[in-house]
């Protein structure tokens, strides 16, 4: 299997106001092809798009429209996990052989039809992904003697981390009592607890070793992949665990040969405050009756481990970009690149993307 | 519109079994995933338990257990607050959504 690295990045800002897909999908690509130090369209042999939006061809569209005549081109859905799936599938492409370099572009707008899984008769009239998070928020409470509190430190953790991300789609901080103070969604959600649909883009390039080494100085390397299916439907979950990421985890864990004391930086899916509790425990770096302590503890020491760019809850959640988001912020973090976000020294990364109450994750690790 | 949609209109949910393995498949489908054989229909006992439960406004709803482990989201209808493994019976309907109601049996 040939060696894959990334070697080149790209995003839009984020924004919660409509944007055009197309335009926002071209100016990703272009800074993603202008970070490399000698990249052209010539290079390139693969274009694959990640998006919930409805237009179609897109793959092509993007192609054309950069000057790329690629192998592979085409477009790849699956809800809130877009993003990390189409990366694995170029990663996939280029392992096997029949592909070299591969653009990786994921785009949304902020209205999209990617919010609602329409096909879950489970869910009745409560369709809202904020009636799946209450369950989740409530049976963890329940469970693990989890507060409001800690849930609302989450929050205003990724907030703050957001302050110095310049894409995040605000930059504005929340204290802890301003998040338990904010509107009450349902018993067990509060407006600050939830991620915001946006509009962005975010562009990615992964190539072998090979090509790798003669287009960028920089390279960052996928060490170990994981995913996981359980079901499509929420009300097959079981409430207290999120059984594809743990699963995902250990496959990417076990790809890479390492342990979750490994990581130096994660990005996790934050969808709602619950969700980062969550995934950290299900990913082995806490446990679920430790996971409020620790994010306490993280928010108290200034300790930028967990969603560092400020997660979906602190930078937006454009669907089908936020996968790659993560990945470029991970990348960025292991290059030494992010400023005033950077973990010091940080060696290896774990991005967590999942989907539909986590009835799908995907899991990467990176390292330098 | 399906079968199991058509039903939900008239108020009955209509569970969906294989005759051959006896296995209930939700959803609903029309070839066992196990056996492939063509799966049945039987109605709903119409009785849950409450697996967990919030509230929005002043209406709680909650994941419900039902007939053979088929668990949905639905509207719980009581008159105190609601708690985990109470028993309640269930109310459907369908406009453009299904519609599970709730209603607490001993509130």
């Known amino acids: ?368 | 519109m399906t079968f199991f949609e058509k039903q939900l209109k008239e108020g009955v949910f209509q569970i969906c079994y294989c005759k051959n393995c006896n296995n209930v498949l939700w959803p609903p489908k029309e070839i066992c995933h196990i056996c492939h054989k063509k799966t049945d229909w039987r109605k709903s006992m119409n009785v849950g338990t409450i697996a967990e439960f919030s509230k929005k406004d002043s209406t709680y709803f909650g994941l419900i257990e039902i007939d053979d482990g088929i668990r949905v989201l639905g509207e719980i209808s009581c008159s105190s607050e609601p708690s985990i493994g109470q028993s309640v019976k269930m109310i459907v309907s369908l406009d453009t959504r299904p519609h599970y109601s709730f209603i607490v049996e001993n509130n």
């Open chain 1, 1 to 368: 299997m040939n060696k894959v690295a990334i070697i080149g990045t790209g995003q839009t800002r984020f924004s919660k106001e409509d944007g055009d897909v197309e335009k926002l999908l071209f100016e990703s690509a272009n800074k993603c092809i202008q970070s490399t130090k000698n990249c052209n369209s010539n290079d390139i042999d693969g274009v694959l798009v990640s998006t919930n939006n409805n237009s179609k061809y897109m793959g092509a569209i993007l192609s054309e429209t950069m000057g790329i005549q690629p192998k592979v081109s085409h477009t790849i859905e699956h809800l809130c996990s877009s993003g990390t799936s189409a990366i694995i599938s170029a990663y996939s492409y280029i392992s096997s052989g029949l592909s070299d370099v591969i653009l990786i572009s994921g785009v949304e707008s902020a209205t999209n039809p990617g919010q609602v899984l329409k096909w879950d008769k489970s869910r009745g009239v409560f369709e809202h992904p904020i009636y799946w998070a209450s369950m989740l928020t409530k049976s963890h409470k329940r469970k693990f003697h989890t507060t409001e509190e800690e849930l609302a430190i989450v929050s205003a953790k990724n907030h703050k981390h957001a302050i110095d991300n310049p894409l995040a789609y605000s930059n504005e901080p929340k204290t802890i009592s301003e998040v338990m103070n904010s509107k009450q969604i349902t018993d067990d959600l509060r407006i600050l607890d939830c991620s915001r649909s946006c509009s962005g883009s975010s562009s990615i390039l992964l190539a072998t070793e090979e090509k790798a080494r003669k287009i960028s100085d920089e390279l960052i390397w996928i060490t170990g992949i994981g995913q996981k299916t359980t079901s499509a439907s929420f009300t097959k979950n079981v409430l207290e665990e999120i059984k594809s990421t743990r699963i995902a985890g250990d496959s990417a864990y076990k790809m890479a040969d390492i342990e979750p004391k490994h990581v130096d930086v994660a990005e996790v899916h934050d969808a709602f405050s619950i969700c980062e509790l969550m995934a950290i425990s299900e990913l082995g770096i806490t446990s679920n009756e430790e996971s409020g302590e620790f994010v306490r503890n993280l928010f108290n020491t200034e300790n930028r481990m967990i969603n560092p760019r400020g997660g979906l809850i602190g930078a937006g959640h454009p669907l089908g970009a936020t996968g790659i988001s993560q990945t470029i912020e991970i990348t960025n973090q292991l290059q030494g690149k992010s400023e005033k976000r950077q973990i010091p020294n940080a060696e290896t990364g774990l991005i967590h993307n999942m989907s539909a109450a986590g009835t799908s994750s995907s899991v990467m690790v990176l390292e330098n």
